[in-house]
């Protein structure tokens, strides 16, 4: 005797071994023995063999006309003998009786399943839903396969045109676009980047980085709602300094500024002089959310996006000529020996003289200029001549700063790597096309200038943080436990100690115009300035403000983004560069295994012929293709050209550099499974 049973939703046929009261043993065809339930038992019988049975039953389903099935099926409940008989005769033979069971089987949206060989029609108008359900997705289908081949012929669609950047790295695996970019992968065998990149739907590899950018981090675009600037109304005291900044000439946002007082009378009073839009703006105005919002003004070469509306921002920047709103922090040291005598913050206004610009001046204002030599380059009638004096200190006192900060380090700061300034040539700030020009120049860390900002800010940042603390007015701090190897800077609320700067706390607010913790850090320190040892009642943010944790988060992850974007950019150029110039070799460093760091370009890349070189060796590399969408350059060594290998600082080598681009991330998926399809297909139809 054979039979036909159901086991996990599949048909089976096989022959009766042995049978109880709640089972029987069936053998396969392929001699598989299983043990099957009684009740998944459906149908027993001597004759045809099951292999024969169940290709008769396969032809009789298909010529089944559901519609008319439906119509003679019986309206309560029924066994497919039943509609056996109702549809072919009133005695239906075993091959119709098994092909009816499996065309009602395989038709959900017109048979419910009521159990082992038991349907119920499904109710007229859910079936009409149904079989709408399905012409729709047949004609989704259909556009799929058409768009599909457009890809493989070369040719974007303009809806995955439009939908390009959804596609690549937020996709909806149910859209149609998505399907069909991976439908043409699988059928070309190509990698989805690549197959877009030939269909034209990438036709600018800048605009491909800059709307990737736009679409994961401003959605809604980078314009600004109508908002005005409102005014400072506190009755500000003029400070008796005359202040000057020293920025980038791309700089609009001119946060922090500088005076010296007192050269020759034994006491030199130094101001640091920062902008103080948090006078007027306050938490939770419409300004406030547009910057909380924001958090930071991104940067790239010969273009930014602004945390504040330009208006905004010129309201409160450190513009040469005016009287500007600032909180200043003042420093009384020893004009001999640099011993601090004091310190004091005041809001008040500040005459600001003179914006000076690093990139006019750092070939003027030179070690040797500011100790008295010949000044070279410098133009005598240049109003820089004026600040000489002041410089001098300036730069006589962030050298002394900086050594103190050293000693607290353990070990020097070293500069042994440039900063690059970018130059798109004859570009005026607009969003760039990525076909212009770009010249690239080096700027070495820790020039006169570069060092008396940056010493400035530091004293700045450190002691209003720790004034903060011994306040108890709470603060966004960053901090780095250790300069052991591993060990990361840390943003959190509590006044830490900085190892990696060599402060005992450092909580920026050196940049309010340009970054949001400066902002919330300025409002506590206004609080700090107005009521000294009572601030904490009255400060914005309080002691375990939850706010200050949110404020945290949410800009370690904007700020990540943003210097993601800005280094990918920076490399952007950088590949544009190697291309606009012709360059096919360059010399540089070992500084892992496989990889180089160019000697006068910021680029780093992987090489072949390197993993046998100690870290430090100096080799002359030939560089591979460029991949302007990848941000992708492969280089050969050519030759080493050290005897013995430059020793490397392990502080420097770890600390946040340029990251090595390689294949984009991408969130296609081309390996997912026509049986997934299906099966959420059957899903998407099934009546219940």
């Not at 020893?334 to 610009?357: C, M």
């Not at 009255?538 to 700020?559: G, T």
Request: proline fraction near 6%.
């Amino acid at each position: 005797m054979f039979a036909l049973f159901e086991e996990a939703g599949k048909f089976q046929t096989g022959r009766v071994l042995s049978e109880a009261e709640a089972s029987s043993q069936i053998e396969l065809d392929s001699g598989k023995r299983v043990k099957v339930k009684s009740a998944n038992v459906l149908l027993k019988f001597e004759q045809p063999a099951p292999a024969e049975l169940m290709r008769e039953a396969q032809a009789v389903a298909a010529g089944i006309e559901l519609e008319l099935a439906w119509e003679f099926a019986p309206e309560d409940e029924f066994g497919f003998a039943d509609l056996a008989r109702e549809y072919f005769s009133d005695r239906p033979t075993l091959a119709q009786q098994a092909g009816a069971l499996l065309r009602l089987f395989e038709a959900p949206h017109y048979f419910r399943r009521a159990g082992r060989g038991r349907f119920r029609k499904a109710p007229a108008e859910i079936l009409q839903q149904a079989l709408a359900a399905i012409e729709k997705k047949q004609q989704v289908q259909a556009q799929i396969e058409a768009w599909a081949a457009e890809l493989a012929a070369g040719r974007c669609p303009q809806p995955i045109r439009d939908q390009l950047f959804r596609i690549l790295f937020k996709p909806d695996k149910n859209a149609a676009e998505y399907k069909a970019v991976v439908e043409a992968a699988r059928a070309t065998h190509s990698n989805p980047l690549d197959l877009l990149q030939r269909s034209g739907a990438i036709d600018s590899p800048y605009q491909f980085h800059w709307k990737r950018f736009l679409f994961e981090n401003f959605p809604k675009g980078t314009g600004f709602p109508p908002l005005d600037a409102p005014p400072i109304r506190d009755e500000l005291p003029l400070a008796p300094v005359q202040a000057f900044s020293v920025d980038d000439s791309s700089t609009t946002e001119i946060d922090d500024a500088l005076s010296v007082r007192g050269l020759g009378t034994g006491t030199v009073t130094v101001g640091i002089h920062i902008a103080a839009p948090g006078l007027a703006l306050q938490p939770a105005t419409p300004i406030d959310q547009v910057a909380r919002q924001r958090l930071s003004t991104v940067y790239m070469p010969g273009h930014k996006i602004t945390m504040l509306p330009d208006d905004v921002v010129q309201a409160y920047t450190l513009l040469a000529g005016r009287d500007c709103p600032a909180v200043s922090l003042y420093v009384e040291y020893d004009e001999a020996s640099l011993v601090v005598k004091g310190t004091r913050t005041s809001l008040e206004r500040v005459p600001i003289t003179q914006n000076l610009r690093h990139d006019q001046l750092d070939a003027v204002i030179t070690q040797d200029w500011l100790r008295g030599g010949d000044p070279g380059e410098a133009d005598e009638t240049h109003p820089v001549h004026q600040l000489r004096d002041e410089l001098s200190f300036l730069f006589r006192l962030a050298t002394h700063l900086k050594s103190l900060r050293e000693v607290v380090r353990g070990k020097p700061e070293n500069f042994n790597r440039p900063d690059y300034n970018f130059r798109l040539v004859g570009h005026d700030g607009t969003e760039p096309t990525g076909q212009e020009r770009v010249e690239i120049t080096e700027r070495r860390r820790g020039a006169p200038l570069d060092l008396i900002v940056s010493e400035a800010m530091i004293l700045a940042n450190s002691s209003w943080g720790s004034w903060l603390a011994e306040l108890g007015v709470p603060a966004i701090y960053r901090s780095q436990a250790s300069l052991l190897p591993g060990v990361k800077v840390r943003m959190g609320t509590k006044a830490l100690p900085h190892a990696g700067i060599g402060v005992r706390s450092y909580a920026w607010s050196t940049s309010p115009l340009r970054r949001y913790t400066d902002l919330v850090n300025q409002w506590q320190i206004i609080a700090a300035a107005r009521h000294g040892r009572t601030a904490a009642l009255v400060a914005p943010f309080k002691p375990k403000d939850a706010e200050l944790f949110s404020v945290i988060s949410s800009f370690e992850a904007a700020y990540s983004a943003y210097n993601g974007h800005q280094a990918a950019m920076e490399r952007f150029w950088t590949l544009r560069y190697l291309q606009q110039e012709g360059i096919t070799e360059l010399t540089g460093i070992v500084f892992k295994e496989g990889l180089v760091r160019a000697d006068h370009l910021p680029l780093v890349l992987p090489v072949l012929g390197g993993a046998d070189l100690p870290r430090g060796s100096h080799v002359r590399v030939r560089l591979g293709e460029i991949d302007a969408i990848t941000l992708d350059v492969k280089g050969t060594v050519l030759e080493r050209l050290d005897v013995a290998p430059e020793p490397l600082d392990v502080e420097e080598e770890e600390a946040e550099g340029e990251p090595v681009a390689g294949p984009i991330a991408i969130a296609v998926d081309v390996n997912d499974t026509e049986e997934s399809t299906t099966a959420a297909a059957a899903a998407d139809t099934r009546v219940t």
